[in-house]
């Protein structure tokens, strides 16, 4: 059988096949037929020679094979020191053979690429701070997850998630309809407590366009009304779009980038209908990774840029407690020890470290924060990025990636965490599970709700 | 066979080390690609120089690195070796005889006690660093006979080059071996992993740069090395 019906080359590009997949549960069917899915070598190859430049190929050329690489994977450090985790061991053994192979490998080999690239690889980048020679193998598994990808060997979860971006232009069947009406329900809850609390939607020239996660209008609504909530009490002049809502991109972790373009070009396109000054995403990292970083690029936009300025939560926030926008009122500031989870996506990878510091000289009384160690850019993975969250198949390698994250908690003797970012905050909440971890979680907005001054002309009459 | 191979030989080695190079290194740029690589290379100029002279700068500083601090035994290693490989060709005395006997040009020469002492300590930094070959099993599983090869290759002008030096046997001999060698290393270059002599630069001038302009760079104080 060279393709499957469930597992094949072609991606889910109607609400049907997407349907279709999702009644294979837990991708039994799927996985089934993966294992006698055929390799299109010509394909393979002829997309290695047109997509393989210089760049990639001088890194898997002049490897000095030194391993310096090694102690920086946290996969590595938690494997027993398993040389088979070392990243130059990795991506040679994986797309390096691929490429000198010249594409002639078989199912069994992109079995075990496939496994490296989703199960021993949250593309965090921390590796490529460790090279002599600058080699980021988070970026080459990221190119070969566009291969493998195309190929169809990509597990279930993330065939769905792509698809749901070519379908739905969010990561979740939430449609334009759901997300606006969620956002006006949930903002109609807080009316009384937060007089002329409103959504506005698609506003033109509005100095702010506020996107968001999908997560969090299926399954976290309350986070829509504290970013309401707290534009309402900044005096922001903001919006939402009705369409070209969503930040995030799961399309980025499974290597389909022809729907990371369609994605971006979606948010993209609310932009340029509705001219904002700026845009603000939510509290995700790679949210911001896929719309703000990579996505002009995807987009084709050779200034490398959004055609907004746009920014990721924690520099509004720090913006809005500088200029005095939002006031903390300094008696409910957190007292109790306190650490912050950075981000790979935005900190590692677009340099907001001292951001989100700012933020925690504001809402944290003195004495109470905690440094991580390691920290900022050279902080390990939350144990879930890249996708490793979610999925299935790879739950207990992922259970195990959170060990170095329970350690670098506890070594902190913080009693709560921030994670401005759901894929941390996720691996956050799981690694409390698994492993009894007495520690709480919070997004940003949360917190600043129970602590930010109503000014008097914003509060109910009645208070 | 002296004059041959410090003659004829040695201008050729000379050529095919520096054409050799400069091919690559244009090969390199030329391959780069921005929508590709995901780097507005040519839209940023200043933070882009900015990155690329930080990346390479921190990482040419023994221990300047996150990287070099947590491995100071590869650390020593690397430096003991690239000191001697990059200063002792360039100005031990007998060298920059023989290329101004061959070419005209002049360049300084260094007193002959810190040339011994840069050649040992090469030998010595090879010495290390195949220790770590065999001994660590992360580095080992990326090991290949190749990458012993090109210790070998490295090690081989040192190693000759000091028994001539001490007159340890026949000079003539040796002499003549360690300039084959030299010339060896010279023409091997540009096609093996001994290309990192430019590439080294390129390719953390690349990460540079995308730090610099994408990743963050513009953002903030720049990525701590």
């Known amino acids: 059988m060279p393709e499957g019906t469930f597992c094949n080359r072609t991606p889910i590009q109607t609400e049907k096949a997407l349907k279709r997949l999702l009644e294979d549960t837990g991708g039994k069917a799927y996985y089934q037929e993966m294992k006698a899915l055929e390799v299109d070598r010509d394909l393979l190859w002829g997309t290695i020679q047109k997509t393989l430049k210089s760049r990639l190929r001088t890194w898997l050329g002049i490897c000095a094979h030194c391993g310096m690489c090694a102690d920086s994977c946290f996969l590595y450090r938690i494997s027993k020191r398993n040389p088979r985790q070392v990243p130059a061991y990795k991506i040679q053994s994986t797309l390096g053979e691929i490429v000198r192979r010249k594409g002639n490998v078989d199912n069994a080999f992109m079995h075990m690429a496939m496994e490296t690239a989703w199960a021993k690889c949250t593309c965090c980048n921390r590796c490529g701070l460790y090279c002599p020679h600058g080699i980021d193998m988070g970026v080459m598994f990221g190119y070969l997850r566009g291969l493998l990808y195309q190929q169809g060997f990509v597990p279930w979860e993330l065939k769905i998630g792509a698809g749901m971006h070519r379908v739905y232009r969010a990561q979740m069947d939430v449609t334009d309809k759901d997300f606006v009406e969620t956002f006006e329900w949930m903002v109609e809850e807080y009316e009384e407590d937060y007089p002329g609390l409103t959504v506005p939607v698609d506003k033109q020239e509005a100095d702010i366009l506020y996107t968001v996660n999908a997560r969090e209008v299926k399954h976290y609504p309350e986070d829509l009304a504290e970013a309401a909530i707290l534009f309402h009490l900044a005096g922001e002049d903001w919006t939402v779009p009705s369409s070209g809502w969503e930040q995030t991109s799961l399309a980025m972790f499974a290597g389909d980038w022809e729907a990371c373009k369609l994605q971006v070009q979606s948010v993209y396109g609310a932009m340029e209908r509705l001219k904002p000054k700026r845009m603000v995403g939510t509290e995700c990292g790679h949210a ?43 008696e409910k500031r957190i007292r109790v020890p306190v650490t912050i989870q950075d981000s790979c996506n935005y900190i590692r990878n677009h340099g907001l470290k001292e951001i989100t510091r700012e933020i925690i000289s504001h809402i944290v009384a003195p004495g109470y924060f ?28 992922r259970n195990q990636a959170l060990i170095t994250k329970r350690d670098q908690l506890l070594a902190t003797g913080a009693e709560m965490v921030i994670a401005p970012c759901h894929n941390c905050w996720d691996a956050i909440r799981d690694l409390v599970e698994e492993f009894h971890v007495p520690i709480k979680w919070s997004f940003l907005k949360p917190l600043l709700i129970k602590m930010v001054q109503v000014p008097e002309h914003l509060r109910p009459e009645n208070s | 066979m002296y004059e041959f191979l410090a003659g004829p030989m040695f201008i050729l080695s000379l050529c095919v080390f520096f054409v050799g190079l400069l091919v690559r290194a244009i090969w390199y740029v030329r391959g780069l690609h921005w929508q590709m690589d995901r780097v507005a290379y040519g839209m940023y100029p200043g933070p882009g120089m900015k990155g690329a002279a930080r990346s390479i700068g921190y990482w040419l500083l023994p221990f300047g690195t996150y990287g070099w601090r947590a491995q100071p035994f590869m650390t020593v290693a690397f430096f003991l070796l690239h000191l001697g490989a990059v200063l002792i060709p360039l100005f031990l005395l007998g060298h920059t005889l023989v290329l101004k006997a061959a070419t005209g040009i002049a ?94 630069f390129m390719s953390r001038a690349q990460l540079g740069m995308d730090y610099g302009i994408k990743r963050g760079g513009i953002n903030g104080k720049g990525m701590a090395w």
């Open chain 2, 107 to 200: 360049l300084p020469a260094m007193p002959a006690r810190i040339a011994d002492f840069l050649s040992w300590a090469a030998v010595i930094g090879i010495a290390m660093l195949a220790l770590r070959r065999i001994a660590l099993p992360e580095v080992r599983i990326l090991t290949s006979a190749y990458d012993y090869f090109i210790l070998l290759v490295t090690a081989a002008p040192f190693i000759t080059g000091l028994v001539a030096r001490y007159h340890a046997g026949d000079y003539a001999f040796w002499l003549s071996l360690h300039i084959f060698f030299g010339e060896a290393l010279l023409i091997l270059a540009p096609f093996t992993k001994l290309s990192h002599i430019v590439l080294f």
């Open chain 1, 288 to 330: 911001h990774r896929a719309t703000v970083v990579e996505g002009p690029y995807w987009a084709g936009r050779p200034d490398g840029r959004p055609p907004v300025r746009s920014i990721h939560y924690v520099e509004w926030l720090a913006e809005a407690l500088r200029t005095g926008k939002l006031r903390i009122d300094p």
């Open chain 1, 370 to 397: 905690r440094e991580m160690s390691p920290n900022r850019e050279h902080n390990y993975c939350c144990g879930g990025g890249g996708g490793f969250n979610g999925i299935g198949l790879y739950r207990p390698q």
